[in-house]
């Protein structure tokens, strides 16, 4: 197979964390809408077995579901050294994307709500990548795709504690890009803004923030979990290492790169603007 013409989405033999909703369910369909078949990864199991039994709909045996707690490296070593026999094959795609939502202020945020944000959002893809890494570079092709934020560029205020995993999410992809450049496996961090999913239900932000990032979820998302998906598979096929699939996104990384002094003040006069 010439490398040039490989394209890791396509019939995939995967791995998708947090399968269970939102942005994993889509990424696990996508990949089966390509000829591909899932590891459906989740920490809870009835929801990896509700994605799983959907796509087995479209092809009987595409999907398996696993109970996997991404924070935990034993369940992920054990989900790494079981995953090519439950696909019958190697694997060649694997897809961190477990994630969790936690904020507030700094010096309010309490903790445990630190802790457990960074456990599933960082050390989860820590896991991730410490135990697929090795399988696909001695396979000599493959892909891995993180599901970082804009969150880990844009430094919205109040949501410290995601902010900085996404930040630590977007470096350890960048670094492992450049270390597997020329092994055939490719590597892509994706960047989107908001993507209404179960997200901030499920997140641990203070009640009145919560709400406020419920209401912006619904006005301001510019595209769904489906677009994010397809986007985010079709650019780890081209090896592309950054994706930011929305134009709120972009606009950021742009002002933040060009103009880093000034985009630091303007967030923070409108948050001033925002609290006073
Ligand atoms: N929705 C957004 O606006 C948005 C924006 C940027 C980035 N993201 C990122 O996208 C990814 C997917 O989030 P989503 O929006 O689809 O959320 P979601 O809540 O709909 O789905 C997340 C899934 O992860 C699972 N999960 C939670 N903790 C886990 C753990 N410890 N181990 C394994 N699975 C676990 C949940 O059970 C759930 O099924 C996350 O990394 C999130 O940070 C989301």
């Not at 939102?22 to 459906?40: F, H, N, P, T």
């Not at 045996?61 to 190697?90: N, T």
């Not at 694997?94 to 445990?112: H, M, P, Q, W, Y």
Request: a positive charge; one cysteine or more.
């Amino acid at each position: 197979m010439s490398r040039k013409r490989f394209a890791p989405s396509s019939r995939a033999a995967a791995v998708v964390t947090g399968a269970g909703s939102g942005i994993g369910r889509s990424l696990a369909y996508e990949i089966v809408r390509r000829g591909g078949s899932v590891i459906c990864a989740d920490i809870d199991k009835a929801r990896a077995q509700e994605t799983a039994d959907l796509l087995n709909q479209l092809g009987s045996g595409v999907a398996i579901a696993r109970s996997c707690d991404v924070g935990k490296e034993k369940q992920v070593a054990e989900l790494a050294d079981a995953a090519p026999d439950l696909l019958g094959r190697p694997v060649t795609l694997v897809i961190n994307n477990a994630g969790v939502g936690a904020g507030g202020r700094i010096g309010e945020v309490s903790l445990k709500d630190w802790r457990w944000c960074v456990q599933v959002n960082l050390w989860g893809v820590i896991h991730g990548c410490h135990f697929f890494v090795p399988q696909l570079k001695e396979l000599g092709y493959g892909g891995i795709i993180n599901i970082a934020s804009a969150a880990g560029f844009a430094a919205a205020p109040e949501m410290t504690t995601y902010n900085v995993t996404k930040s630590g999410v977007l470096s350890l992809t960048e670094t492992l890009h450049a270390e597997l450049c020329g092994t055939g496996v490719h590597v892509t961090a994706v960047c989107p803004t908001f993507v209404p999913t179960r997200i901030v239900e499920d997140s641990r932000l203070p009640e009145s923030r919560k709400n406020f990032a419920g209401a912006a979820m619904s006005k301001w998302a510019l595209t769904d979990a489906d677009t994010v998906a397809a986007k985010a598979l079709n650019a780890v096929d081209r090896n592309q290492l950054y994706v930011v699939p929305q134009p709120d996104g972009r606009l950021a990384w742009r002002a933040k790169r060009l103009l880093p002094a000034l985009y630091a003040r303007g967030v923070g006069e409108v948050y001033r603007g925002f609290v006073h």
